[in-house]
C-alpha cells in the first residue's frame, strides 16, 4: 500500500535544486563507484531525508495513536535520539 507524505514547498524546491545539479561520479571499470556532491548539497540531502523520516515517523505514531496503540512519547524520543547520534 503506498503511503503519501506531505513536504513543504522550500524542502521541494531544495530536493529538486539537488537533483537537476549533475555531480561529479567515480567509474571504475565502466561502473559508477562513488558520486562527489559539494558540501552544501551534502548536507541538505541529509536534511531532506531526515525530515522524511520524521515525517514517517509522525505518520505511524498517528496511525498507532488512532488504534489505541502506541509508546510514549518520552520512548519514542530516547530512540529518535540514539538514531541521531549513530549519524
Known sequence: MATT??????TVIALQRLLTTKPATLI??????????HPQ??????????DLEDLRDAQIAE???ATGQG?????????????????
Not at 507524505?5 to 522550500?10: K, N, V
Not at 509508546?71 to 529518535?80: H, I, K, Q, T, V
Request: aromatic share 6%.
Open 5 to 10: 507524505l506531505t513536504i513543504s514547498d522550500s
Open 28 to 37: 571504475q571499470n565502466n561502473t559508477i563507484k562513488g558520486v562527489l556532491l
Open 41 to 50: 548539497q551534502y548536507e541538505t540531502l541529509l536534511q531532506l531525508l531526515e
Open 63 to 65: 496511525a498507532e495513536h
Open 71 to 87: 509508546r510514549s512519547f518520552d520512548e519514542y524520543d530516547s530512540e529518535r535520539r540514539k538514531r541521531q547520534s549513530r549519524v
